[in-house]
């Protein structure tokens, strides 16, 4: 199995800036596409953004020019720095990461969500 544990949420003024980070842990071989993830209040959860092994990225059209996915393969960590932020924005954010254990297994992991909140 694998566990992800994401950190950097919080409440922050329109305009701010914010960074998430999510670092993966356990059964790891390797890491494909690294990825984050929200849920707004009363919407379905949506794309954010989205990074492969390779470091190709893609973003919502929402999001594109604000914010930045980036990892640290050797820390198996993907960041999501969240620049301009708009009231729009608030939401649980997820982190998602695709793996492949020692054995071969297929992993698509979740986090446990972090909460981002944005004050006009």
């Known amino acids: 199995q694998v566990q992800l544990v994401e950190s950097g949420g919080g409440l922050v003024q329109a305009g701010g800036s914010l960074r998430l980070s999510c670092a993966a842990s356990?059964?790891?071989?390797?890491?494909?596409?690294m990825g984050w993830y929200r849920r707004a209040p009363g919407k379905q959860r949506e794309l954010v953004a989205t990074?492969?092994?390779?470091?190709?990225?893609n973003y919502a059209d929402s999001v594109k020019g604000r914010f930045t996915i980036s990892r640290d393969n050797a820390k198996n960590t993907v960041y999501l720095q969240m620049n301009s932020l708009k009231p729009e924005d608030t939401a649980v954010y997820y982190c998602?990461?695709?793996?492949?254990?020692?054995?071969?297994?297929?992993?698509?992991?979740w986090g446990q969500g972090t909460q981002v909140t944005v004050s006009s």
């Open positions: 356990g059964s790891i071989f390797s890491i494909n596409a």
């Open positions: 998602n990461v695709e793996s492949r254990g020692v054995k071969g297994l297929q992993y698509d992991s």
């Open positions: 990074i492969t092994s390779g470091g190709s990225t």
